[in-house]
Nanobody
């Protein structure tokens, strides 16, 4: 069973940027909405951003214009450009279909730590 594979996380200081990368399984239709999610040990997984097959993007309120989701269908990849990172953005970030994800496709996620 193919799964989504996330990468690009790391440890940064507040105000810095990161670009997360998502490898989309080849079994996922190019018509599917792709989303980024995040989860912390004390909070349930939450939707961060989604992108539909026609290029419509939507973001959680806490993004406040700081993140941009994109997708490259030719490469089966999706991205989350994050800027002006805050300590509260610290989480494990996942990608999957949107808006709630396919149960058997969750990957390991990529850790983002924002700390001074």
């Amino acid at each position: 069973q193919e799964q989504f594979v996330e990468s690009g996380g790391g440890s940064v200081q507040p105000g810095e940027s990161l670009k997360l990368v998502c490898a989309i399984p080849t079994t996922i239709s190019r018509l599917a909405t792709i989303s980024w999610y995040r989860q912390t040990p004390t909070k349930e997984r939450e939707l961060v951003a989604l992108r539909t097959n026609v290029g419509y993007n939507d973001y959680a309120d806490f993004v406040e214009g700081r993140f941009t989701i994109s997708r490259d269908n030719a490469k089966n990849m999706a991205y989350l450009n994050m800027s002006s990172l805050k300590p509260e953005d610290t989480a494990v970030y996942f990608c999957n279909t949107g808006p709630s994800g396919l149960p058997n496709y969750w990957g390991q996620g990529t850790q983002v730590i924002v700390s001074s």
